[in-house]
Structures are given as structure tokens and as C-alpha cells.
């Protein structure tokens, strides 16, 4: 195991350093960094969250909600306040955020048999995809450092069997970990559930732990609706026809075929991403098989969830 995090921590180094070294200027063309960027200009400057600028038109919600979610613009609320509107200091600062994701990822895999934990971590770790995430200011990758954290929070507390005291404690934390990912990326919120579904099948019920963790949640979460009313047009997005969902989830699948065949040709590219999504559901099948936990129920809960917001890739 010390040599597991032995190489577990220089792998991050070397991931760190070829990311940071290889951090391209500008931006590339879209929306959303702009909005995050102006909500922590505005945080630092004491204005209005929401005077952003942009007119939000409810007939065509797909283009974003009113406001985002506040945690992003206060992790770069920092970098403005000390290097203002420096574009490169900001995606040091997701650099930054993206290793401390893959310490994180590797203590989710650590008790893998083998050399699978830092094998999983070097293919994510060096994913040309998640390497061209490093050059936009977007919310991606701080929510999958808080989400993880909250995935690994709650295993650890199913897998412990902690003293009442120490277990109320790690409710408390669990439950801020799950509105940091809520207040990151509002889809967060399907970690609620699935601490509630992964609760009444390991155990018939719904333990104080989970009651703690998914009050403390309700609380930060209620509170973050009465400051920030404007995030409630994310609803405005949702859609739930058939034919929608079908065409989101064969919109998702291009998009994911390119994390792992990017740059084949199309034919090669399906191929290899079939293949992959072959065996990534005969391991998530035999995963449900031997014992669901958070991380099984997660996964199914997202997808489940993105298909109903609209996606224009």
C-alpha cells in the first residue's frame, strides 16, 4: 500500500507538471467561463451576484439559466481578487483543483487488487480530454473533486464501523461535501438520493448518518436558494419527452467515444468506443452483482439525469 501512494503521488506530480506546462493562452469560444468569471469579479468587487449583463430568455432556456451556481466564482474569487482578470492564473488554479481530484480518485481505487488503481489513474490522469478541460474556465473538474469527496465519504463511513460521536461528525461533513458538488454543478444534487437509495439497501432503512448528512445538505441547500433565487431556472431547462432523451443520450455517447478515440476515424472511433462501453457495463453489472454501493448507484442517478437537460454538442 506505501508504494501504491508512493507512485499514486509521483504520477500526480508528472501529471501536474505536464499540465502546467503546457497551458495555452486565451480562451476558447463559448459562454459559460465568461459568466463564472463575472460572477467572482463580481463577489470581489461587492456587487449584485447576478448583474451579469446577460438577459435571460425563458424560451430559450437551453442556453443557461439566469445565474450559476455560486461555488465555482468563489474558488476563483481569490485568483480576481489578487491577479484580477489573468486567465492563465485561473487555470493553474484548475491544474491545481484537478490533482487534488486524482489524490481523491486514487483513494476511491486504492483497495483495487494490482497495479489497477494507478493504471485507472494515468488513463484519466492523461486523457487528452481532461487535458484540454485545463485550458477552459469551466465547472467540470471542481465538481468532480467535490463530488468524489463525497462519494468517498460516504463509503468510508458504510465501511467503518465508527463510534457515535466520530459518525455524526462525518454526517455533518458529508453533507457540506454534497452541497459543495450541488453548489458547483446543480446536478449534484442526484447524490442526495443516492445516498438515500444505497442507505435503504444496505441496511432496510435510512440511518441517522444519512438523516445528519442529508439535513445538513437540505439546510446549505435551502439557504443557497434564499440568497441565490435566480438558480431555479435550471428547472426551465428540463425536458422529459421520449424522443428528447434519445437524442441526449446518443449526443452524450459521440461526446463520450471521443474521451477514449479521439483523433480515428469515425468508424474506428465507434468501434473502440463500443468496445470500451462493452466492458465498462459488464464491470458496472458485476459491480451491482456482488454488492451496489454509492458510486454504482451515482453513476446510474447522473445519466439518468443529464439525458433530461438539453445538450448541444
Not at 77 to 104: C, I, N, R
Not at 241 to 246: E, G, H, N, R, V
Not at 250 to 262: K, N, R, T, V
Request: charged share 10%; aromatic share 14%.
Amino acid at each position: 500500500m506505501r508504494h501504491r501512494t508512493l507512485g499514486a503521488i509521483v504520477l500526480i506530480a508528472v501529471a501536474g507538471v505536464f499540465h502546467l506546462s503546457t497551458i495555452r493562452s486565451g480562451h476558447p469560444w463559448g459562454d459559460d467561463f465568461a459568466m463564472y468569471i463575472h460572477h467572482s469579479k463580481n463577489i470581489v468587487e461587492g456587487v449584485s451576484y447576478g448583474k451579469t449583463g446577460y438577459l435571460y430568455n425563458p424560451s430559450y432556456s437551453s442556453l443557461g439559466p439566469r445565474i450559476y451556481p455560486p461555488i465555482f466564482p468563489l474558488l476563483l474569487s481569490p485568483v480576481y481578487y489578487f491577479w484580477g482578470l489573468d486567465l492563465m492564473a485561473m487555470k493553474s488554479e484548475q491544474v491545481v483543483t484537478f490533482l487534488l481530484f486524482l489524490f481523491v480518485f486514487f483513494q476511491a481505487l486504492k483497495d483495487e487488487p494490482l497495479f489497477r488503481p494507478l493504471a485507472t489513474m494515468a488513463i484519466v490522469a492523461f486523457n487528452p480530454v481532461f487535458w484540454s478541460l485545463k485550458d477552459q474556465i469551466i465547472s467540470e473538474i471542481p465538481f468532480l473533486l467535490f463530488a468524489y469527496l463525497s462519494l468517498l465519504a460516504i463509503q468510508r463511513a458504510h465501511e467503518r464501523g465508527q463510534e457515535h460521536r466520530r459518525r455524526q461528525a462525518a454526517a455533518l461533513l458529508t453533507g457540506t461535501l454534497i452541497y459543495l458538488a450541488y453548489g458547483t454543478r446543480t446536478v449534484g444534487l442526484v447524490l442526495a438520493p443516492a445516498l438515500l437509495i444505497v442507505e435503504l439497501l444496505r441496511f432496510k432503512m435510512c440511518t441517522r448518518f444519512a438523516c445528519v448528512a442529508l439535513c445538513a445538505f437540505a439546510l446549505l441547500a435551502i439557504a443557497q436558494a434564499i440568497v441565490l433565487p435566480g438558480l431555479g431556472s435550471y428547472a426551465d431547462q428540463l425536458s422529459f419527452q421520449p424522443t428528447l432523451i434519445c437524442k441526449q443520450a446518443y449526443a452524450y455517447g459521440i461526446l463520450l467515444s471521443s474521451s477514449w478515440a479521439s483523433g480515428l476515424p469515425v468508424a474506428c472511433r465507434f468501434y473502440v468506443s463500443l468496445g470500451v462501453a462493452a466492458l465498462a457495463m459488464l464491470g458496472y453489472v458485476l459491480r451491482l452483482l456482488e454488492r451496489p454501493t454509492i458510486f454504482e448507484l451515482f453513476v446510474l442517478l447522473y445519466l439518468l439525469s443529464i439525458s433530461a437537460w438539453p445538450f448541444d454538442g
